[in-house]
């Protein structure tokens, strides 16, 4: 487990038992590209749909793990990329994970994205659309081979999720205030 991810599952155990490192960082990034500029102010919201309760220190540990995500996510070089299990766990972990990321994702998108009210271009609609079907049509067993081809096929994937939430945040960077476009 890279140490990032160790950073993330800690918060996550801190703040929900049973939560998981993976959904919480995806749970954040989906919000921060809903509402870059909102996320922080909507910790309730955020809180509610990763079944936290809203204490003080919770919300504390929530704002630091939603500053490490959108620090990751501004980087010049494009260094964000989906926290999930190293390549030496078996495939089917990774893909289940993957899966449970991509859900978490457009959980928090679409909590932010309703009360920010984001319109997005056709391009950023497909993109939300394309993570939401990954999330439906993973299937661990599928991939439980762990063949060369689905090897690829899952850093693929991986890869593309990398890419679409760049993009995502950019575009929702580029928009500017929420009710303004």
């Known amino acids: 487990m890279s140490a990032e991810l160790q950073v993330f599952a800690a918060i996550a155990a801190r703040l929900s038992p049973g939560g998981s490192g993976w959904r919480l960082h995806a749970t954040l990034s989906g919000a921060l590209c809903a509402d870059r500029d909102g996320a922080l102010a909507r910790l309730d919201a955020l809180a509610e749909l990763l079944g936290i309760r809203a204490q003080a220190l919770s919300r504390d540990a929530l704002r630091a793990a939603c500053a490490q995500v959108e620090a990751r996510l501004r980087e010049p070089d ?5 926290l999930l299990p190293d390549d030496e766990s078996p495939l089917a972990e990774r893909v289940r994970a993957l899966a449970e990321w991509c859900e978490a994702f457009v959980d928090g998108f679409s909590v932010l994205r309703g009360e920010a009210r984001v319109r997005l271009s056709p391009e950023s609609e497909e993109l939300l659309v394309d993570i939401s079907a990954i999330a439906g049509e993973l299937e661990p067993e599928s991939l439980a081979q762990g063949s060369e081809d689905d090897e690829r ?8 999720l990398r890419i679409a939430v ?6 929702n960077a580029r ?3 929420p ?3």
């Open 153 to 160: 096929d899952y850093a693929e994937i991986v890869e593309f």
């Open 175 to 177: 928009l500017g205030a």
């Open 166 to 171: 760049i993009s995502l945040y950019t575009e």
């Open 78 to 82: 494009l260094g964000y990329a989906p």
């Open 179 to 181: 009710g303004t476009h």
